[in-house]
């Protein structure tokens, strides 16, 4: 059988936990004041919605790289 390339859903899984951290640390900073909620904004979004918004997108990246990595290990 042809061997997988695991490469593609480990990067979404990489990317999408760096997200993940990524925005918790940005939301916790937040939340003690040592940065600005005001300066993410964008729009009619306020700016602790944009920085969950790079979770949220951490979690779907992740969560599509671990489906792909289930989907090619039960076509092996």
């Known amino acids: ?3 997988s390339n695991p490469f593609i859903p480990k990067l979404l899984i990489r990317v999408g936990n760096f ?3 990524l925005g918790t640390v940005a939301l916790l900073f937040g939340l ?3 940065i600005d909620f005001d300066s993410f904004s964008f729009g009619l979004s ?3 919605r944009i920085i ?3 979770s949220i997108a951490g979690c779907l990246l992740s969560a599509i790289g671990y489906g792909m990595q289930d989907f090619c290990k039960s076509n092996d």
């Open 46 to 48: 306020s700016g602790i």
């Open 32 to 34: 003690m004041n040592l």
């Open 1 to 3: 059988m042809k061997q």
């Open 19 to 21: 997200s993940v951290v």
């Open 52 to 54: 969950g918004s790079i």
